[in-house]
C-alpha cells in the first residue's frame, strides 16, 4: 500500500549571523539563511520510513515524500537542501498575505497545504524537525495535529511504522515513555532520532534544476483575515538588543583561579 | 478594568508530589502581580501543597476530573492536557493562563489557545498590563537571549507559558485558605495509545536544571570525568547540566541546548565548555556566566562575566572547598 509523506521545513537565518528584527519581524536575508537544521532530521526519518516500507503492489503509485515550506522566495534554498538529501518533491506556499503570521496563521496555512495534497491523494504522515532554531517555540505540529484532527507523536528519539501503526519513544521533560497511533499522523523528531545522510553527488547535480512548485493563499483557499498580520492575535509591538554584558574579568590559573572564582561569586552575593 | 483573573496550572509529573515546585511558586508570584490568582491541578493536591498555595495567597483550587475514558496514564498527553486548560480558562473566565515553560506545557498551553481563540505567546519573561488595562505586554528573550522582544495581545484570555527564574517566587502578604472545586472534563478518546511511561530520576538533592538558581555545566574539556562538576554543584546546591557533545559521548544523561534543556539561571558556570552555538542557545540568557577552560581562546569567553583560563580538574575543587569554608562561616 502506498504511503504519502509530507515534511514540513523552515528557512531559518544562521545561529551564527547577525540576527535581528525590523518592525516586530525577524530579518531574513536570503544570503544568511538556510533549511532549519532540526528539519533534516525530519527529512531523514521520512526517508527511512518509506525506505523501511515493502514496495507498494503493482498498479499502486509509488511512496511519496513531498516537502512543504510556508516561506518567501528565498526559502527555495532549504527545499533544494531536501531534494539533494532525496526528497522527491517540494512545494513553497508564498503569498504577502501569509507574512507576519503567528503560530496560528502559520498552522492554517501548513494544514491547507496538506488537505489541498490530499485531494490527490491520501496524506499519511506528516513529519516535522523537533523545533525551529529561531524561535524555538514547538508547538507547531501540536498545532498542525489539533487542525488535522490527526493523533500528534512529538519530539521522537526512535520511530516505527507497522501495519499503518507509527510507534515512538521519546524522552520529553521528565520520563521516558512508548506512545503508538494509527496513521494519518503529525510525528516530530528530535536531533537525536537519527542522523541526516550526506546529500549524494547525483542528487545535488540535479537539485539545482529541480522545479520547485509555488502555492498561493488563494490556491489554498485561505481567507487571508485569518492569516498573516491581518490574522494575528498578538503584535510585536518592541524589539531591541539587549544590552551587552560588562566587562570579562578574566583570571589566568596560577595557583589561585578557583579561589577567584568562589570569591566573584561570594563578592556578588551570589552564593 | 474589574480585578483581572488569572489561573495558574500547577503541573506535577508526580501527582502525588508534596511540594509545589519553584516555577509554578514563580508563576502564582508574577500572576498576583497582574490579578486573582487561581490555581488548576490535576489530580487532589496534597494538604502541605494546599498550605503552600495559601501562603502565596491562592483561595481558589480547580481540580480536574478527566472523563474516565482516559486512563490515568494518558492524562499527560497534549490534547488531554489542553482540554484540562481551556475547561479551567471557560470555568473562571479567566483573563489570563500562565502555564511553566517545557514542552510538554507549551504544546498544551499552544493547543488550548488554539481552542479558545485565544493569542499564545511561548517562554515569556515577563508580562504586564499595559498602564493598568489591557492589552498584556508580553516580553520575551530571543536569539540565545541577545534580543528582547515586547509582543502585546489582544485577545482575552490570553495563553503564556513563562520560563523559570523570570520572578523570584514571594508568598503573598496575606495567607488564604484555599477551596478546592471540582472541574469536570470531558474528553474524547485519545486516539494515541500510552505503551509504557517510566518517570526519570533526578539526582537526589540537586535541583531540577530549568529550575534552579545555579546551573555547573560540564563540556567535552571534562573528559568524561563530571566529579569536579558534581562537587562544585554541591557546594552551591546547583543543578548539574552538560552540553550536546558530552551527553552524545554518553557522560551524562541529558544537556542544555537549543535542542535541549533551557536554563537561564542568576549563575550559569561552564567548565570545559567551549561555547558552541547549539550550546548558548541554551544558556545565553543566564544572569551572571561564569567560565572555566584551559583554552584562552574559548568562545564562551565572549559571553561570560567572569572565566578562569585553566584546568577545571584543579580550579573547580578549589572553588568548592572555597564555597564550603565561607558558607561554613557563614552559619558559624
Known amino acids: ?271 | 478594568m474589574t480585578r483581572p483573573t488569572v489561573l495558574v496550572f500547577l503541573d506535577s509529573p508526580d501527582p502525588e508530589a508534596e511540594e509545589v515546585r519553584p516555577a509554578v511558586l514563580e508563576l502564582i508570584t508574577l500572576g498576583r502581580t497582574l490579578g486573582r490568582v487561581d490555581v488548576l491541578t490535576l489530580g487532589a493536591p496534597s494538604v502541605a501543597v494546599l498550605a503552600t498555595l495559601g501562603a502565596y495567597g491562592v483561595e481558589n483550587v480547580h481540580q480536574a476530573a478527566v472523563s474516565t475514558n482516559v486512563p490515568a496514564k494518558a492524562h499527560h498527553l497534549t490534547s488531554v492536557l489542553a482540554a484540562v486548560l481551556a475547561e479551567g480558562v471557560r470555568r473562571i473566565d479567566a483573563d489570563v493562563l500562565l502555564v511553566p515553560s517545557s514542552f510538554a506545557g507549551r504544546e498544551a498551553a499552544a493547543v488550548a489557545a488554539a481552542r479558545l481563540g485565544a493569542g499564545f505567546v511561548a517562554d515569556a519573561s515577563g508580562l504586564a498590563w499595559t498602564d493598568g488595562a489591557a492589552p498584556l505586554r508580553i516580553s520575551k528573550r530571543v536569539f540565545a537571549g541577545t534580543w528582547e522582544t515586547v509582543s502585546t495581545v489582544a485577545s482575552d484570555p490570553a495563553v503564556v507559558t513563562v520560563r523559570a527564574n523570570t520572578v523570584v517566587a514571594e508568598p503573598a502578604e496575606t495567607v488564604a485558605r484555599p477551596d478546592v472545586w471540582p472541574l469536570p472534563v470531558e474528553v474524547g478518546a485519545a486516539a494515541v495509545t500510552v505503551v509504557s511511561r517510566e518517570l526519570k530520576h533526578r539526582a537526589a538533592g540537586r535541583p531540577a536544571q530549568e529550575e534552579a538558581a545555579i546551573v555547573v555545566a560540564g563540556g567535552r574539556g571534562t573528559h568524561g570525568d563530571f566529579g569536579p562538576v558534581e562537587d562544585l554543584a554541591d557546594a552551591l546546591g546547583a543543578a548539574v547540566g552538560a552540553t550536546r557533545d558530552a551527553a552524545f559521548e554518553g557522560w551524562f544523561d541529558s544537556y542544555i541546548g537549543q535542542t535541549g534543556v533551557t536554563v537561564a539561571p542568576r549563575v550559569y558556570i561552564g567548565a570545559g565548555v567551549s561555547g558552541a552555538p547549539h550550546h548558548r542557545g541554551g544558556m545565553q540568557a543566564s544572569q551572571v556566566i561564569v567560565a572555566v577552560n584551559n583554552d584562552p581562546e574559548a568562545p564562551i569567553f565572549e559571553i561570560s562575566d567572569f572565566a578562569v583560563v585553566g584546568d577545571l580538574a584543579d580550579v573547580l575543587p578549589q572553588a568548592a572547598a572555597a564555597i564550603r569554608a565561607h558558607k561554613a562561616a557563614r552559619q558559624g
Open chain 1, 1 to 271: 500500500m502506498t504511503v504519502r509523506i509530507v515534511v514540513l521545513l523552515k528557512y531559518v537565518p544562521d545561529i551564527t549571523s547577525d540576527r535581528r528584527f525590523t518592525d516586530g519581524r525577524v530579518v531574513r536575508d536570503p544570503a544568511e539563511g538556510s533549511l532549519n537544521e532540526l528539519d533534516e532530521n525530519a527529512v531523514e526519518a521520512a526517508l527511512r520510513i518509506v525506505e523501511a516500507l515493502p514496495e507498494p503492489a503493482e498498479g499502486e503509485d509509488p511512496h511519496e515524500v513531498v516537502a512543504v515550506t510556508v516561506a518567501p522566495e528565498a526559502a527555495d534554498i532549504a527545499v533544494r537542501k531536501a531534494y539533494q538529501i532525496g526528497v522527491g518533491r517540494g512545494i513553497r506556499v508564498t503569498d504577502e498575505a501569509l507574512a507576519g503570521s503567528d503560530y496560528f496563521g502559520t498552522t492554517a496555512a501548513l494544514a491547507a497545504a496538506v488537505r489541498r495534497l490530499g485531494e490527490d491523494q491520501p496524506v499519511d504522515l506528516v513529519v516535522t524537525g523537533m523545533a525551529a532554531l529561531d524561535g524555538l517555540g514547538s508547538v507547531v505540529p501540536a498545532l498542525l495535529a489539533e487542525e488535522l484532527g490527526w493523533p500528534q507523536l512529538t519530539l521522537a528519539t526512535s520511530v516505527s511504522l507497522e501495519d499503518r501503526t507509527l510507534t515512538i519513544t521519546r524522552e520529553a521533560d521528565d520520563a521516558v515513555e512508548t506512545l503508538a497511533a494509527p496513521l494519518p499522523a503529525v510525528l516530530s523528531v528530535t536531533d537525536s532520532a537519527n542522523s541526516p545522510r550526506y546529500p549524494n553527488f547525483t542528487l545535488i547535480m540535479a537539485a539545482r534544476t529541480k522545479p520547485i512548485e509555488v502555492w498561493t493563499a488563494a490556491d489554498l483557499e485561505l481567507d487571508p483575515a485569518e492569516v498573516g498580520l491581518a490574522g494575528a492575535r498578538t503584535t510585536t509591538v518592541d524589539a531591541a538588543p539587549r544590552p551587552p554584558r560588562g566587562e570579562l574579568q578574566l583570571v589566568v590559573d596560577k595557583g589561585e583561579g578557583g579561589t577567584a572564582l568562589a570569591q566573584f561569586l561570594i563578592t556578588n552575593d551570589l552564593v
